[in-house]
T-cell receptor, first 112, second 115 residues
Framework: DAMVIQNPRYQVTQFGKPVTLSCSQT?????MYWYQQKSSQAPKLLFH???????NEADTPDNFQSRRPNTSFCFLDIRSPGLGDAAMYLC???????????FGAGSRLTVL | AQTVTQSQPEMSVQEAETVTLSCTYD???????LFWYKQPPSRQMILVIR??????QNATENRFSVNFQKAAKSFSLKISDSQLGDAAMYFC????????????FGQGTILTVHP
């Protein structure tokens, strides 16, 4: 089945130790998104790609970066995770002009 | 900036009964979309129902329907004949007409379904 797959599902890292979360999709969607969902809070958009064009939200911390080497893959890099970065990270995809998103199951990050 | 508010952190319903989840939003845009997403525990978020603001008719998807009150900026979700599989976190979300999937989510409502 076509889908959005996130790895790892659970990631534990130490304070300040870089971490990379990955997202792959078989939908061939042009647009990919990363959302951050902290405990008991609403998901918040960090950035999105329209093909290779990167769009950063104004309040996304510099600590967060992203790469999209091809249509199928997108990575979220957290350079120096702090305790406040512990969250569920959601990847989603869509076709251009459509507002319906297909989400992955998420990657839960724990920072010790 | 747009905001979405879900005033019910938790709701519960008996199996086979009907429950309504509330959502209000604030926007100055005239063209926008509203959504209800369902997030089961440890599983991916899936779209339940979508409403285009320009459509007066309320959207319906099987047991799920919305009550869209544009003037009041209200967008509630009604689940009829509730099933155990409906238990999840439900998010109301907003997208502007040209925002292409940049959703603004509410805080979510945890729905418990009792057998």
């Amino acid at each position: 089945d076509a889908m959005v797959i996130q790895n790892p599902r659970y990631q534990v890292t130490q304070f300040g130790k870089p971490v990379t979360l990955s997202c792959s999709q078989t939908l061939n969607h042009n647009v990919m998104y990363w959302y951050q969902q902290k405990s008991s809070q609403a998901p918040k958009l960090l950035f999105h790609y329209y093909d290779k064009d990167f769009n950063n939200e104004a309040d996304t911390p510099d600590n967060f970066q992203s790469r999209r080497p091809n249509t199928s893959f997108c990575f979220l890099d957290i350079r120096s995770p702090g305790l406040g970065d512990a969250a569920m990270y959601l990847c989603a995809t869509s076709i251009p002009g459509a507002n319906v998103l297909t989400f992955g199951a998420g990657s839960r990050l724990t920072v010790l | 900036a747009q905001t979405v508010t879900q005033s019910q952190p938790e709701m519960s319903v008996q199996e086979a009964e009907t429950v309504t989840l509330s959502c209000t939003y604030d926007t100055s845009e005239s063209d926008y979309y509203l959504f209800w997403y369902k997030q089961p525990p440890s599983r991916q978020m899936i779209l339940v129902i979508r409403q285009e603001a320009y459509k007066q008719q309320n959207a319906t998807e099987n047991r799920f329907s919305v009550n869209f009150q544009k003037a009041a900026k209200s967008f509630s979700l009604k689940i009829s004949d509730s099933q155990l599989g409906d238990a999840a976190m439900y998010f109301c979300a907003y997208a502007g007409g040209t925002s292409y999937g940049k959703l603004t989510f509410g805080q979510g409502t945890i729905l418990t379904v009792h057998p």
